[in-house]
């Protein structure tokens, strides 16, 4: 069964500097979208990407996040300038397609910022 | 605006027994309804959703849902709990309208003991 990958599975960054997160999709999946959990607990949604543009961004999308479909098989997510707080695990997932559609999520990379 | 309550944190419930984890939600329009379910340093695993008919959906693993709209419950069950349903459970909703953005609720931590 197709799966989402990403990498790496951990990565540990100095506070204030740039982190990319990357993710594959699904090859056929349409939509993609960025997600975190800190410790094990409420699922945030961060971000949702159709048609190479942002489709719809939480309020935790501030303007040092970005997105970014640079070919035809990568996803990615970045930090400008990290913070403690954004210390989490951060998920990516894509779907086929339409709002009825369940998403498929990758197992994640732990973000530790010292 | 969209939300999700999952009311439980944990449930605890014996082997052969049983099990419910609830959920209710608030949303524009008609209700998008899905269940996920995460293992330790695992991404969130898709187990069954709710579109429109039939207010008992199946899914995964023996897992089913009864969507009840006047109560605007979505409560996962299963008739017989094993050690290895233990997990994380998070109920998700998504609206018929606006963005594809996913609200989950804070997960319940399901306890199944031998």
């Known amino acids: 069964e197709p799966e989402v990958t990403q990498t790496p599975s951990h990565q540990v960054t100095q506070m204030g500097q740039e982190v990319i997160l990357r993710c594959v999709p699904i090859?056929?999946?349409?939509?993609f979208y960025w997600y975190r959990q800190i410790l094990g607990q409420k699922v945030e949604f961060l971000v949702s990407?159709?048609?190479?543009?942002?489709?719809?961004k939480s309020e935790i999308f501030d303007d040092q996040f970005s997105v970014e479909r640079p070919d035809g098989s990568n996803f990615t997510l970045k930090i400008r300038s990290t913070k403690l707080e954004d210390s989490a695990m951060y998920f990516c997932?894509?779907?086929?397609?339409?709002?009825?559609?369940?998403?498929?999520f990758g197992d994640g990379t732990r973000l530790s910022i010292l | 605006a969209q939300s999700v309550a999952q009311p439980e944190d944990q449930v605890n419930v014996a082997e052969g027994n049983p099990l419910t984890v609830k959920c209710t939600y608030s949303?524009?329009?008609?209700?998008?309804l899905f269940w996920y379910v995460q293992y330790p340093n695992r991404g969130l695993q898709f187990l069954l959703k709710y579109i429109t008919g039939d207010n008992l959906v199946k899914g995964s693993y023996g897992f089913e849902a009864e969507f009840n709209k006047s109560q605007t419950s979505f409560h996962l069950k299963k008739p017989s709990a094993l050690v290895s349903d233990s997990a994380l459970y998070f109920c998700?909703?998504?609206?018929?309208?606006?963005?594809?953005?996913?609200?989950f609720g804070a997960g319940t931590r399901l306890f199944v003991k031998a």
């Open positions: 998700a909703v998504r609206g018929d309208t606006g963005g594809f953005k996913t609200i």
């Open positions: 090859s056929n999946h349409l939509y």
């Open positions: 949303v524009s329009g008609n209700p998008y």
């Open positions: 997932a894509s779907s086929e397609g339409g709002r009825y559609q369940p998403q498929h």
């Open positions: 990407f159709y048609n190479n543009e942002i489709s719809e």
